[in-house]
């Protein structure tokens, strides 16, 4: 019989409101399932205004170099964000004694609804309603949890004002959340792009969990990975640095067609007013500005 796989646990204390963003960034090589919350009453709890983060590595890639990579990742995090509160993440390294503690996470993730929306992991044996639409996801670092506010925000609007029949371009496109979501909501084709070189194969991986793959096409690399023949779009989405929006803002306009909408998110409340002039600047009209908790979500069309 061959000897149980042990694992090491990484947990990382992390301000309330920002676990999605650390998430990703500790999806590090093995750390492809990140988890939110103890699971035992015997383990260190957070700081007030905290909340733990765990993923786990197999002890046989628990190597000086991997642990020196997720130090780093985290360290620099609050540079490439611009969010002072996530600089000096505590981390740290424990070892588990035989037990698959990969999969433990599963006992807490529960599925949840936006609107007519219900996320739902692939093990789920629930009912959902008839009238419902359902986005199967299966849950992890790299993926997300969807339930981030600024993803929330954005699966709210499209839902209110998809038509069917669009063409929707996702920059930032991440694990294909909105994307798919945007698909099984109607557009008929979705164009999602992401830094991480990751994107594409999570986000093929999950439009075809949910039979909507003929839909939607990913690409990795930033804003040169479009080409003078992607567009117009009628709807354009990006739930991405503020920052980026705002040093894209005319490249996301020359995107859109006249009649189409935009929404884009991301955008903390210490970046709003500086986000909110690069939008206009850019030629394009908010309708409409939505805040969730910290962040800000701008919507609107061509001016």
Request: net charge neutral.
């Amino acid at each position: 019989m061959a000897a149980p796989l042990r694992w090491t646990e990484v947990r990382v204390f992390v301000p309330q409101g920002w676990h999605e963003l650390v998430a990703s960034t500790m999806a590090i090589g093995p750390c492809t399932t990140v988890s939110v919350g103890n699971t035992s009453v015997g383990q260190e709890d957070p700081p007030e205004g905290f909340e733990v983060l765990r993923t786990f590595i197999p002890r046989d890639q628990d190597t000086p170099k991997l642990r020196e990579k997720l130090r780093d990742s985290l360290t620099s995090l609050a540079q490439r964000a611009g969010v002072p509160e996530l600089e000096a993440l505590p981390i740290r390294f424990h070892k588990l004694p035989a037990e698959n503690y990969a999969k433990s996470w599963k006992k807490s993730w529960k599925p949840f609804r936006v609107r007519d929306l219900v996320v739902i992991p692939p093990w789920f044996e629930g009912h959902v309603r008839p009238s419902d639409c359902v986005l199967q996801l299966q849950p992890g670092g790299a993926f997300g949890s969807g339930r981030h506010a600024t993803t929330r925000t954005c699966l709210k609007i499209l839902q209110e004002r998809m038509r069917g029949s669009e063409r929707v371009l996702d920059a930032g496109s991440g694990s294909g959340i909105l994307s798919v979501s945007a698909a099984l909501l109607g557009a008929d084709s979705v164009l999602g792009f992401d830094i991480d070189d990751t994107g594409p194969t999570y986000g093929y991986q999950l439009a075809r969990d949910n039979e909507v793959e003929e839909h939607c096409a990913f690409r990795q690399g930033g804003f040169e990975v479009l080409t003078r023949y992607d567009g117009p779009f009628g709807v354009v989405l990006a739930n991405i640095y503020s920052d980026v929006i705002q040093a894209e803002a005319k490249n996301l306009r020359m995107r859109l067609a006249p009649d189409g909408w935009f929404a884009f998110s991301g955008c903390p409340l210490h970046n709003v007013d500086a986000t909110r002039k690069a939008i206009v600047d850019a030629g394009l009209h908010i309708e409409e500005e939505r805040r969730l908790g910290r962040w800000m979500t701008f919507v609107g069309g061509v001016a």
